[in-house]
């Protein structure tokens, strides 16, 4: 690791703003100084400028109770109406909200009225099913414009969504459905990935038919897959039978800024994932804000398109919220990279003329991997802006993507954040900052962010620390839901009045920010987050397996991959073979949680490293994980182990 930090700092590239794309920008300079001058001035300003209040706020910050924050919580908003109907007053009803593309082709477009009649009707249709203020509605739906829609309609009428990721399994959506005692779940017969339909509606019918009595009434179903499905009468409800029924003229009534918005679940360091929290008109003006700034989103001329599916955190505040909010006109797209051939995503920029593209680095990597005479087949002029999310972006990676996509002349964005954080908190502004591949670089205006030691002082230049944000900001998460004990120790304990973001960083000479990837036992694949203890939870639940050891290691393609130390049974041993179990050891972990987690590697040993004290000594397992020699392993209470490890897997 320190040896490629050491490589990464020597990168000397470095690209200042044209002076055409500083002229246009939308943030200047200015920015950074009003921030510095009175950061919470600066912070109502943006709410102000950015958003409408049905009753105007007075208190900026309420910190009395640290570290559960408040913020503009006299003032009372309603996000959808931010979103949909304040555009259609102002005069842009009849510009496109939505471009959807459908995996197989067809595709459809809502202009800022259609979407606005749609989240009327939904949300009248909601109020229909008993959804009132505060309730919970889970969302298992694939890149659909009824998943935006759904999500607006839950706003609207107050109620606060759990959007769960469509490649989850019914385990994963059930547990989220009990921890926040949802009443609905909005779904699809199934949606489209990789050329064919995936089921979804099943998952929902064998996560509610689990043990234990349910909290939800209804399930209503988008048609999407043409899948068969089977029917419970009297909870399951076809949603286009139910949207015709209602009217669609419905007024948004204003609830309070710290009203909640969503719950959505990521991994933490143990087996249970976390539901972070956000509510309403905090979270919306720092989305709002950073959407604006750091893309210098022109809403009358930009075509933008942020490839994330809204079951992340950067699809709900970059696909969702900061876009709508800003009257953007967005691409949303259903499936694959490579579906029906390996230049879709090109061939929709081509199609829609994206000029703002946001996207993983995990993804960047696999089209450079697959040449640039792919992208060159298609005309990728419209793009003026291009960013990158999910995990470091290397050099190599950055230029290309600059290179082969951005035609050599567009900005590139780095911008780090959390689903705990809400929206951006580092990232250049991309008229104003000189760019430097790697480098997440600055904290945006109005964010302080700090490198520390672990007794919390400052390591200064040109070392490493953790990364904390040492002043509350307007998106950030409000607790985890029902369990504020572990919002505290996750986040507040180890520095007090500081957040611990658990990701190393190192500022460089200039004072850019470097991130060194978690410091925790958080994984990092594909830019989506995973926990071992949790793979390893799904690992020991399977009969065959006795204990279970799950590591992040480094993978050219995907970041980190995830790669598991099994002890099988000894009564078990003779049932399969290594290949055998392997397999079904993998498949077993898709079906717990989802494919996402599906281990790269699993390994049966006979024996795992541990301290005296019983502990896992993953840094050796990451050792052999990732092919190096093994290093020091005199902690270890039965020193031979990694020989025996080692040896077996010869
Ligand atoms: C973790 C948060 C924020 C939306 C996507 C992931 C890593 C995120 C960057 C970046 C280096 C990054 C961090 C962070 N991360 N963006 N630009 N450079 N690392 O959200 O699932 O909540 O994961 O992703 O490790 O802690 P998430």
Redesign the pocket.
């Known amino acids: 690791m320190s040896n490629r930090i050491d490589n990464l700092l020597h990168e000397a590239r470095r690209f200042p703003p044209t002076e055409q794309f500083a002229a246009d920008a939308i943030a200047g300079a200015d920015l950074y100084e009003a921030a510095e001058n009175d950061r919470l001035q600066f912070w109502a300003d943006r709410a102000r400028e950015l958003l409408h209040w049905h009753t105007p706020f007075t208190r900026t910050l309420d910190w009395s109770n640290p570290p559960f924050a408040k913020w503009f919580d006299d003032g009372a908003l309603n996000v959808a109406y931010n979103c949909l109907d304040r555009h259609v007053l102002a005069g842009n009803g009849d510009r496109i909200a939505l471009h959807w593309e459908g995996e197989p082709g067809d595709s459809r477009s809502y202009t800022y009225s259609e979407l606005t009649s749609e989240v009327k009707r939904a949300a009248n249709l909601l109020t229909s099913l008993g959804i009132r203020q505060g309730d919970r509605v889970a969302i298992y739906l694939p890149m659909i414009p009824e998943a935006v829609i759904s999500m607006l309609a839950v706003a609207r009428i107050g109620a606060v969504h759990s959007v769960v990721f469509g490649g989850f399994s019914a385990e994963s959506l059930r547990s989220r459905i009990d921890d926040a005692s949802a009443k609905l779940v909005i779904t699809a017969d199934g949606g489209y990935r990789k050329g064919s339909v995936f089921p979804l509606k099943q998952a929902v019918d064998a996560a509610l038919a689990a043990d234990g009595e349910s909290t939800v009434s209804h399930v209503l179903v988008v048609k999407r897959g043409g899948n068969e499905v089977e029917w419970t009468e009297g909870r399951d409800l076809w949603w286009h039978d139910e949207m015709v029924a209602v009217d669609d003229e419905h007024v948004a009534k204003a609830f309070p800024a710290e009203n909640p918005l969503f719950i959505l679940y990521?991994s933490g360091t143990t087996g249970k994932p976390k539901g972070i929290l956000h509510t309403s008109g905090g979270y919306l003006t720092q989305t709002a804000f950073t959407h604006r700034s750091v893309f210098d989103l022109h809403a009358e001329s930009d075509v933008y398109w942020c490839t994330a599916d809204v079951g992340?955190?950067?699809g709900h505040s970059y696909v969702v919220y900061g876009p709508l909010a800003n009257g953007a006109t967005q691409v949303l797209y259903e499936g694959t990279p490579d579906s029906p051939h390996p230049g879709r995503w090109w061939d929709i920029i081509q199609k829609y003329g994206v000029s703002i593209f946001y996207t993983a680095p995990t993804a960047i990597r696999s089209f450079m991997k697959a040449g640039r005479q792919i992208p060159q087949q298609f005309d990728l002029s419209s793009l003026r802006l291009l960013g990158?999310?999910?995990?470091?972006i290397n050099p190599e990676a950055w230029i290309w993507y600059r290179d082969v996509i951005g035609g050599g002349e567009t900005p590139i964005v780095?911008?780090?954040?959390?689903?705990?954080t809400g929206a951006i908190m580092v990232s250049a502004l991309p008229g104003v900052t000189t760019l430097k591949p790697g480098s997440?670089q600055v904290a945006i205006p109005g964010i302080q962010i700090e490198v520390l030691d672990d007794e919390g002082h400052d390591v200064g230049l040109d070392s490493g620390g953790l990364l904390v944000v040492s002043e509350p900001w307007p998106s950030m998460l409000r607790g985890i839901w029902g369990d504020p004990e572990r919002y505290k120790e996750t986040y507040w304990d180890k520095f007090g009045d500081k957040y611990f973001?658990?990701?190393g960083a190192r500022r460089d000479r200039d004072g850019d920010l470097w991130?060194l990837?978690?410091v925790d036992d958080v994984m990092?694949v594909s830019?989506?987050?995973l926990s071992t203890a949790e793979i390893e939870s799904a690992l020991v639940s399977h009969p065959m397996v006795a204990e279970a050891a799950v590591v992040g290691a480094e993978d050219e393609a995907t970041g980190q991959a995830v790669v598991a130390f099994v002890i099988v049974r000894a009564s078990q041993a003779d049932v399969a073979t290594a290949d055998e179990a392997s397999a079904l050891l993998r498949a077993h972990v898709a079906e717990q949680i989802g494919a996402i987690a599906k281990p790269r590697t699993v390994f049966l040993v006979a024996e795992l490293p541990k301290t005296r004290s019983g502990k896992i000594m993953r840094r050796l397992l990451r050792d052999v994980a990732e092919g190096r020699e093994v290093g020091d392993t005199t902690t270890l209470a039965d020193t031979q182990v990694m020989q025996i490890i080692t040896d077996r897997l010869k």
């Open positions: 990521t992340w955190i950067t990158s999310v999910g995990e470091p780095d911008t780090w954040w959390q689903t705990e997440a973001a658990g990701d991130l990837g978690r990092n830019g989506h987050r």
